[in-house]
């Protein structure tokens, strides 16, 4: 996104800038004024002559500027970079009281709601704004859900030697910017052992890096899934087979990166755990009475592939 084609500069105090208060505000103006270009700057850094003139390299329709006048009481302003200098220009402010134990995330809802309540005083906010003010969800109903539908191809070491390969399919549903659900359908197949997979599983991750709009992050996650093994074992003429059903469960680190509108480019490590490993033992004659087997508990799961966000 380029700076110059932001429709709001949000200038917030150092410390504020980012964490909750950060996250909170970028939420509490999505919910309300839709899915615009925004970013948050501290105020510290950026400067009046980086959002004025025709060559200003953060320049913003609007921009949104937070002081703390005491450590409970907030001034909002938010005013029009283009009529900065000018008085009869836009221009609001209002101030914003806190109680002692409001929380930071609860503050930066409030200050995200009287942001939005400004700029709706303006008459250029609904001529100009990418989407129209107020055109979105409207205020205190449900964060609006993010489907993801993805297909990727994965590596399991389903034991020391013997790697099972197949597809993985996931849905993805966003429960919040950062945080999802994921199901997913999987199928691993391996030579050796004849060794066969079928499973489903169910996971929440959380992207605890992510770029604006969330086009490339960086998450974690935890993952549960049940899965029915088969493998068969053969020494000389013999042979044994031998299936279970199986739960499996482990954490999981994965990141995205968007390459063309809702295209991305998925990839992610897992190291899951099998409740009971699957193992064959089969005599194969008096001279070599027993050959075992077993695979293994813990499974590191290399996946890389597609996803859509629709």
Not at 68 to 89: C, H, L, M, Q
Request: glycine letters at 10%; one cysteine or more.
């Amino acid at each position: 996104m380029e700076l110059a084609s932001l429709f709001l500069l949000i200038l917030l105090p150092p410390a504020d800038a980012t964490g909750d208060t950060a996250t909170a505000v970028t939420a509490s103006l999505r919910l309300e004024l839709g899915d615009v270009s925004m970013a948050i700057a501290p105020d510290t850094l950026v400067t009046p002559a980086m959002w004025q003139g025709e060559k200003a390299s953060m320049r913003a329709r609007f921009v949104v500027h937070l002081v703390w006048k005491t450590t409970n009481t907030a001034s909002i302003e938010v005013f029009s970079p283009t009529s900065a200098k000018d008085s009869a220009g836009f221009r609001r402010n209002r101030d914003l009281a806190f109680a002692e134990q409001d929380s930071k995330a609860e503050r930066g809802r409030a200050i995200g709601l009287v942001a939005a309540e400004l700029l709706r005083e303006s008459p250029a906010a609904a001529l100009t704004a990418s989407t129209p003010v107020g055109a979105a969800v409207a205020r205190g109903s449900a964060t609006p859900s993010h489907v993801v539908l993805g297909g990727m191809f994965a590596m399991e070491r389903v034991r020391t030697g013997s790697w099972a390969m197949g597809p993985e399919l996931t849905y993805d549903f966003g429960l919040s910017e950062a945080l999802r659900l994921q199901a997913s359908g999987t199928a691993r197949f391996a030579s050796a052992d004849q060794y066969g997979s079928i499973g489903a599983g169910l996971g929440i991750f959380w992207d605890f890096l992510r770029s604006e709009r969330g086009r490339h992050a960086l998450g974690i996650g935890l993952e549960v899934g049940l899965s029915h093994e088969s493998a068969t074992l053969r020494v000389s003429d013999k042979a044994q087979s031998n299936a279970k059903w199986s739960l499996a469960f482990g954490p999981s680190l994965g990141g995205r990166l968007t390459v063309w509108r809702g295209l991305r480019i998925v990839g992610e490590f897992d190291m899951c755990a099998t409740t009971e490993p699957l193992s064959l033992t089969i005599n194969a004659s008096d001279d070599n009475p027993k050959t075992t087997h077993t695979f293994s508990r813990w499974r590191p799961v290399v996946a890389l592939g597609l996803e859509f966000a629709l």
